[in-house]
C-alpha cells in the first residue's frame, strides 16, 4: 500500500501534482548527464556567444570603426577572455549542484584516475557534454546567423574555404601561423593550459587547502580560466576542454565549414581536430598528479601529524 500524508496525498507528491514518473531516473547518473549536458550548453553558449560578438557582430552592428577589422590584439581579446571566465562560471553555478559541474572532458577523466569518479560514468558523461557544446554551438549560429552571413559577404568569405577560418574561429579553435603547421607546440600548450586548469580546480575544491567560501568557487573557476587565456590562449585558442572544441567543431563541420572543421585543414594546418581532445585528456591527468604530490599529500600528512599530536 502507497504511504500517504495527513492530509490523504501519497508521500512526496505535491498539492495539485502528479508525482514526478522520471524521478528515479533523475536521482542517478541520467540526472547527472542531464546537469553536465545543461551545464556545458551555457558554458559554450556564453563562451561561443562572446567570440560571435568579437568576429562579426561587434563590427557588422554599426558599434566598432568598420566592418572589417576583428582581433584588435588586446581590446577583443580582453573581451573574449572576460566572456569565456563568465561562461565557466555561470556553466558551474548550473551544474554544480548535482555534479559539482565537470562539464569538460578533462576533468572528468582527471578524478576518474584520481579515484573520485566512477569509471562507468565517464562514457555518459563525456557524452553529456560534447552534445551540451553542439547545442549551444547551435545556438550561438542561430543568434547570430545574421551577423556571421554579413560578415562573410562584406568580406567575401566562402564558408567551407581556407578564407572561412575567421568564422569558423567563432565555434572552435585554431593554432597560431608561427607553428607553420607543426602540432607539437599546440600540444604543448593544450596539455600545460589544461595542467594548469586541473591544478587550480583541485587546489580550490580541496577543503584541507584555502577553499574559498560562501560558495565562491564558480567565480574563482572562471578567473582561472581567464588567467589561462590571458597567459596561454594566443597560441592555439585555449580550448583546455575537449568538449569545447570538439562540440562546436561538429557542429560548424554541419553548418558549412566542412573540412576547415573537421578534420580541421586551416592556417597552415591539416588534421587539426584531435590536439584540442588529446592535449586536455592528458593535461589534465597531469594536472592533478602534480597537485597531488606536491600540495594533497603533503596536507593529509600535516593533518595526520596534528591528530596525533
Known sequence: ????????????????????????????????????????????????????MAVAALN????????????????????????WAIAVTFGV???????????????????????????????????????????????????????????????????????????????????????????????????VGTAFLLMFVAALTDRRNLAPKSNLTPWLVGLAVAAIGMSYGANAGYAINPARDFGPRLFAFFAGWGNVALPGNGAGFSNYFWIPIVGPLIGGVIGIVVYDFFIKNALIARGAAESEA
Open 93 to 191: 553555478y548550473v551544474a554544480g549542484g548535482i555534479t559539482g559541474a565537470h562539464i569538460n572532458p578533462a576533468v572528468t577523466l582527471a578524478f576518474a584516475v584520481r579515484g573520485e569518479f566512477p569509471w562507468r560514468k565517464l562514457p555518459w558523461y563525456w557524452l553529456a557534454q560534447v552534445a551540451g557544446a553542439f547545442v549551444g554551438a547551435a545556438l550561438v549560429f542561430i543568434v547570430y546567423y545574421a551577423a556571421i552571413g554579413s560578415y562573410e559577404f562584406n568580406n567575401h568569405i566562402t564558408r567551407g574555404t581556407a578564407d572561412s577560418v575567421a568564422t569558423f574561429s567563432i565555434f572552435a579553435t585554431f593554432p597560431a601561423p608561427y607553428f607553420v603547421g607543426g602540432w607539437i607546440g599546440p600540444l604543448v600548450d593544450q596539455i
Open 1 to 52: 500500500m502507497a504511504q500517504v500524508d495527513s492530509g490523504g496525498r501519497p508521500t512526496g507528491e505535491v498539492a495539485g501534482r502528479r508525482p514526478d514518473a522520471l524521478a528515479g531516473l533523475r536521482q542517478g547518473v541520467v540526472g547527472e548527464a542531464l546537469a553536465e549536458f545543461l551545464g556545458t550548453l551555457v558554458l559554450i553558449a556564453f563562451g561561443d556567444g562572446v567570440v560571435a
Open 60 to 83: 557588422q552592428s554599426g558599434r566598432a570603426a568598420n566592418g572589417h577589422t576583428i582581433f584588435l590584439a588586446a581590446g577583443d581579446w580582453l573581451l573574449i577572455t572576460w566572456g
